[in-house]
């Protein structure tokens, strides 16, 4: 027995003033998130020379979070014109990027405290959209008919 997916969801749905409010502030968020991840990672080539605020888990992290932020903003403009599988990957690679963000934040040494304060940035950008995408409404938009 094959399942039917079902289709995105309607215009008139994404055209309440509520849904547009909440995916307007879901752009703005992961774009700052995307800037400040882009803008971290041509630091990071500026400070290359210097062991102290450079390592090699400081490249592999940016590296990680500048994807992660292209993804997410990827999945945030599909959402928002109602692809319900784009939303469903918002939601768990905002919640994980978090996760791991916390975990980047909490790991004693291993990251500058440079990278720690940015990535706390980046954190509270993303716990925006984690609330946003995670709520009510946009919740009932997006689920099953």
Same mark, same amino acid.
């Given at each position: 027995?094959?399942?039917?997916?079902?289709?995105?969801?309607?215009?008139?749905?994404?055209?309440?003033?509520?849904?547009?409010?909440?995916?307007?502030?879901?752009?703005?968020?992961?774009?700052?998130?995307?800037?400040?991840?882009?803008?971290?990672?041509?630091?990071?080539?500026?400070?290359?020379?210097?062991?102290?605020?450079?390592?090699?888990?400081?490249?592999?992290?940016?590296? #990680?979070?500048?994807?992660?932020?292209?993804?997410?903003?990827?999945?945030?403009?599909?959402?928002?014109?109602?692809?319900?599988?784009?939303?469903?990957?918002?939601?768990?690679?905002?919640?994980?990027?978090?996760?791991? #963000?916390?975990?980047?934040?909490?790991?004693?040494?291993?990251?500058?405290?440079?990278?720690?304060?940015?990535?706390?940035?980046?954190?509270?950008?993303?716990?925006?959209?984690?609330? #946003?995408?995670?709520?009510?409404?946009?919740?009932?938009?997006?689920?099953?008919?």
């Amino acid at each position: 027995m094959d399942k039917q997916q079902p289709g995105p969801v309607p215009e008139a749905d994404l055209r309440h003033p509520v849904s547009r409010k909440a995916f307007r502030t879901v752009k703005v968020l992961v774009g700052g998130y995307v800037v400040l991840s882009v803008l971290t990672l041509v630091a990071i080539a500026l400070l290359r020379d210097d062991a102290d605020a450079v390592n090699s888990a400081v490249w592999v992290r940016a590296g #990680i979070v500048v994807a992660s932020a292209l993804f997410t903003r990827a999945f945030a403009v599909r959402a928002a014109r109602g692809s319900r599988g784009a939303y469903r990957r918002l939601r768990v690679v905002s919640g994980v990027m978090v996760i791991a #963000i916390i975990v980047i934040v909490a790991l004693p040494g291993t990251f500058p405290l440079w990278l720690k304060t940015e990535q706390a940035v980046c954190g509270l950008l993303l716990s925006g959209v984690v609330l #946003i995408v995670n709520g009510r409404h946009l919740r009932a938009l997006f689920a099953a008919r």
